[in-house]
């Protein structure tokens, strides 16, 4: 069973960057289609960005441009570079496998 640790939230001013990780246990990583999804106090969790096991990525609208995901599968890894952060960007963000789940990490984005 493949268990998720997210890392590196915190408060940043608008216009900062901030750099997630997800340390994935198992051996299957390397295999697995990765996500980031976010939310906000009061909203619906959104989708934010995805990463397939042969490097193909997508993102959300709100984060494009902005945000970029990658894995290194060695370390069974995966991040989330967050940069120009917004206020409306502050959530707790969680990665997963579709079917697996982290505890989230806070972000908050100061204006």
């Known amino acids: 069973q493949v268990q998720l640790v997210e890392s590196g939230g915190g408060l940043v001013q608008a216009r900062g960057s901030l750099r997630l990780s997800c340390a994935a246990s198992?051996?299957?990583?390397?295999?697995?289609?990765m996500a980031w999804d976010r939310q906000a106090p009061g909203k619906q969790r959104e989708w934010v960005a995805l990463i397939t096991s042969s490097g193909f990525t997508t993102y959300a609208d709100s984060v494009k441009g902005r945000f970029t995901i990658s894995r290194d599968n060695a370390k069974s890894t995966v991040y989330l570079q967050m940069s120009g952060l917004k206020p409306e960007d502050t959530a707790v963000y969680y990665c997963?496998?579709?079917?697996?789940w982290g505890q989230g990490t806070q972000v908050t984005v100061s204006s």
């Open positions: 997963h496998t579709g079917l697996v």
């Open positions: 198992g051996s299957t990583f390397s295999r697995n289609t």
